[in-house]
């Protein structure tokens, strides 16, 4: 087997949005420079994404230089959205998590909404080193995230996939496969691990930042559905059932915390540093 090492970096600049595979990315406390620091509210100002609006699969939503966004979705013009000016927050609710964020300009929501053909309004997170703390459960006093699910990165690995596909092509829906990573949606994907040994990481190192593996990702409708057209199917879920469960959990992927920060960068070196206790 090859030395481990980075397969793949991803940035998803608006929550469940598509975004973009760059070859290097900075690390900051609550996730890579530029990852989900944008999400879409509905008009109680709640958190909108691909579980209920299969659609945003098919948008883009790449990073221009100081932060702004080109947005771009079938049938629709793209748009440029500045960062907004520092000023009055609203609240928004993310899985629960009440943060103060700064709406975006009109044009943004008015984009949105005709593509989605509900109404919607698009926010930004300006302070992510003291907006939303990250679940006390698992993190460390000061520790924070972005308008991630839970935490600032989640890993996969390519080993695993491989597993899944597998397990998926001996299945009833075998037709759906194989799936693709993108179905994941993850930040950073790491070749040359035997298949589910994540499950016994604890602490890891990828280029010259350490981690800290939190938490298994339990995952939902959204790694149904299909990344350039936003149909769904049954797979990978159905397979993840019979194989991956635990609880009521259905298991793919890792959740990360840095202990630092740095520059990943493609083809950078992993090396487990510590495994959870056996039993």
Not at 81 to 92: D, Y
Not at 149 to 157: A, E, I, K, S, V
Not at 193 to 215: C, H, L, M, S, Y
Request: aromatic share 6%; hydrophobic share 40%; proline share 10%.
């Amino acid at each position: 087997m090859l030395n481990p090492f980075l397969q793949a970096i991803h940035r998803y600049p608006v929550k469940s949005v598509a975004g973009s595979g760059p070859g290097e990315a900075v690390v900051e406390p609550w996730g890579l420079a530029g990852d989900r620091r944008w999400m879409l509210v509905d008009g109680e100002r709640r958190f909108v994404t691909q579980r209920a609006r299969p659609r945003l699969a098919a948008a883009g939503a790449a990073e221009l230089p100081g932060g702004a966004l080109r947005l771009t979705a079938p049938d629709m013009p793209p748009l440029t959205v500045g960062v907004p000016e520092p000023g009055a927050t609203v609240t928004v609710e993310v899985w629960g998590d009440k943060v103060e964020a700064v709406p975006a300009s009109g044009a943004a929501a008015e984009w949105f909404g005709a593509y989605l053909g509900v109404p919607v309004q698009l926010v930004h997170l300006d302070e992510p080193a003291r907006r939303r703390p990250t679940d006390p459960a698992y993190a460390r006093p000061g520790e924070t995230v972005s308008f991630a699910d839970g935490f600032p990165l989640l890993l996969t690995t390519t080993s695993s996939l491989d597993a899944l596909n597998s397990l998926v092509a001996r299945g009833d829906h075998a037709g759906e496969g194989p799936l693709p990573m993108d179905r994941f949606r993850p930040n950073v994907v790491v070749d040359g691990t035997a298949p589910w040994d994540e499950d016994a990481w604890q602490r890891i190192r990828i280029g010259e930042v350490a981690f800290r593996v939190v938490k298994p990702c339990g995952r939902c409708v959204m790694t149904t559905t299909d990344q350039r057209t936003g149909r769904r199917g049954k797979e990978p879920l159905r397979t993840l059932a019979r194989h991956r469960r635990i609880g009521d959990q259905l298991l793919f992927g890792q959740n990360l915390i840095p202990e630092g920060t740095g520059t990943l960068r493609v083809g950078d070196p992993f090396e487990v540093l510590a495994r959870r206790p056996r039993g």
